[in-house]
């Protein structure tokens, strides 16, 4: 599985942005889908998930009420819009994709099998 994240930029704090993950190689439909980010010098941290038919979310609690996943299975495609953007949201933002049948939704790193290459996102104060 390809994963091409896209949609980061610059952006003034309690502003918006929506990233896109496209897929290829293989259909995404059927496997938990996530998101992540990391900034300089700290560790990859969970940001959201989403079920394989999207009607089970997870989000990290500092997103929550501000960040929303969602996926188009027909065009093998998830998305994360984020909303009112703080500077603690600055990072480099990567999808990635958790194989295998069943697999609920995941918050580590090494759950996920395939990455995409990351697109940044700065939130300006």
């Known amino acids: 599985v390809q994963l091409q994240a896209f949609g980061g930029g610059l952006v003034q704090a309690g502003g918006s942005l929506r990233l896109s993950c496209a897929a290829s190689?293989?259909?995404?439909?059927?496997?938990?889908m996530g998101w992540f980010r990391q900034s300089p010098g700290k560790e990859r941290e969970f940001v959201a998930a989403?079920?394989?038919?999207?009607?089970?979310?997870l989000y990290v609690d500092s997103v929550k009420g501000r960040f929303t996943i969602s996926r188009a299975n027909a065009k093998n495609t998830v998305y994360l819009q984020m909303n009112s953007l703080k500077p603690e949201d600055t990072a480099v933002y990567y999808c990635a994709v958790r194989t295998g049948i069943g697999m609920g939704l995941g918050r580590w790193p090494y759950e996920y099998d395939y990455w995409g290459q990351g697109t940044q996102v700065t939130v300006s104060s």
């Open positions: 190689g293989r259909t995404t439909s059927n496997y938990v």
């Open positions: 989403i079920s394989r038919s999207g009607g089970a979310t």
